[in-house]
């Protein structure tokens, strides 16, 4: 059996790695990665862009994962070109905008029909449609493809959203677009009685994934576990079994692709606590358990990826790298991204 674990926000960032991982009891994870061989690379550097390769999911201008979505969540893709244009609050601090996510804020199934219906109405002759399949996943259909890459809203939550922004040559527009949008939605009585309420207003779109339906080639993949939706979608459409996250590796007997993400959100808006909790969490019922696997022979490999600041880094041990007992080093040294 192999498993490819798949750990968005492993490494932190490195002023934090020592204070975060030096006094912290980790010692199945600190083994894994000291005896694995490590990699990197650049050109699959997030989650969104590494399942799509390992599911057979061809690039376009962008890895085409609002249609993919938007399938699962009951629409119908046909022949357009669609973005995900998911809602966000854009909080300023000092002369830059930090996105905060849905994953932040709640939003009812409502309220999203009332922000599509003024976008709708406000953009009817650009002929743009956003349709709100989801309280925290809507979908912007486009007359054409516009000329630009995006930045998924993962990579973007918590961030300065500047270096993110579409890019391309119709990327300035798109620029002025997200402008526009704010100052619509600023305005909206849905927005005034969210504030009432204390609820983050929802000040803008992230607009990513764009694409139009893929046809998906065979994946070798035999099945993932994932809790994350898109994920799950992603699976769906190529064909390959999948199911939520067990709540320990000792529930996975097939070769399998997992996504871990319980890291996810701390190392987002630096919860420093949160992350060390996770990562014990982790330790203690995936880490343990498939180091223990590797070691008796009931896992032939393991690999984990992580990946950020446009890098996936990669650990793959068999049970002979179990015993190269001088590689001994510790959990933050291990954690580092490589130079950019």
Do not use: C
């Given at each position: 059996m192999n498993l490819t674990l798949f750990i968005p926000g492993l490494i932190p960032?490195?002023?934090?790695?020592?204070?975060?991982?030096?006094?912290?009891?980790?010692p199945a994870l600190t083994t894994?990665?000291?005896?694995?061989?490590?990699s990197q690379t650049r050109t699959v550097a997030n989650l969104e862009a590494a399942l799509c390769q390992r599911l057979g999911i061809a690039q376009q201008q962008d890895w085409p994962i609002a249609p993919i979505t938007l399938l699962a969540d009951g629409g119908v893709?046909?022949?357009?070109?669609?973005?995900?244009?998911d809602p966000v609050h854009l909080r300023a601090t000092r002369d830059q905008l930090m996105l905060v996510d849905s994953g932040a804020f709640t939003v009812s199934?409502?309220?999203?029909?009332?922000?599509?219906?003024?976008?709708?109405?406000?953009?009817?002759?650009?002929?743009?449609?956003?349709?709100?399949?989801?309280?925290?996943?809507?979908?912007?259909?486009?007359?054409?493809?516009p000329l630009m890459t995006t930045s998924s809203v993962n990579a973007v939550?918590?961030?300065?959203?500047?270096?993110?922004?579409?890019?391309?040559?119709?990327?300035?527009a798109w620029h002025r677009f997200y402008n526009e949008i704010q100052m619509l939605f600023f305005s909206l009585p849905v927005n005034e009685l969210r504030e009432t309420r204390g609820e983050l207003p929802i000040n803008g779109l992230w607009c990513w994934?764009?694409?139009?339906?893929?046809?998906?080639?065979?994946?070798?993949?035999?099945?993932?576990?994932?809790?994350?939706?898109?994920?799950?979608?992603?699976?769906?459409?190529?064909?390959?079994?999948?199911?939520?996250?067990?709540?320990?590796?000792?529930?996975?007997?097939?070769?399998?692709?997992?996504?871990?993400?319980?890291?996810?959100?701390a190392a987002?808006?630096?919860?420093?606590?949160?992350?060390?909790?996770?990562?014990?969490?982790?330790?203690?019922?995936?880490?343990?358990?498939?180091?223990a696997r590797l070691k008796s022979g009931k896992?032939?490999?393991?690999?984990?990826?992580?990946?950020?600041?446009?890098?996936?880094?990669?650990?793959?041990?068999?049970?002979?790298?179990?015993?190269?007992?001088?590689?001994?080093?510790?959990?933050?040294?291990s954690l580092t991204f490589p130079a950019l």
């Open positions: 960032v490195a002023e934090m790695s020592l204070p975060l991982l030096g006094d912290l009891p980790v894994l990665l000291a005896r694995a061989g490590r893709p046909a022949e357009h070109y669609w973005l995900r244009a199934q409502n309220e999203a029909e009332q922000f599509a219906h003024a976008f709708n109405q406000h953009f009817q002759s650009d002929g743009y449609l956003l349709s709100p399949l989801h309280p925290k996943r809507w979908y912007l259909r486009l007359n054409r493809p939550a918590g961030k300065h959203i500047e270096p993110y922004l579409p890019q391309g040559s119709d990327g300035l994934g764009g694409g139009i339906m893929p046809v998906v080639k065979p994946a070798t993949v035999e099945r993932l576990w994932a809790n994350d939706r898109d994920a799950r979608a992603l699976a769906a459409a190529a064909g390959i079994s999948h199911a939520d996250l067990p709540a320990s590796a000792d529930a996975i007997r097939l070769s399998s692709l997992v996504i871990l993400d319980a890291l996810t959100g987002q808006y630096g919860d420093y606590q949160g992350w060390r909790e996770a990562l014990l969490q982790l330790e203690e019922h995936w880490f343990a358990p498939l180091l896992l032939s490999t393991l690999q984990i990826t992580t990946f950020d600041q446009g890098h996936a880094v990669h650990w793959q041990a068999g049970r002979s790298d179990l015993y190269k007992l001088w590689r001994r080093d510790s959990a933050a040294q």
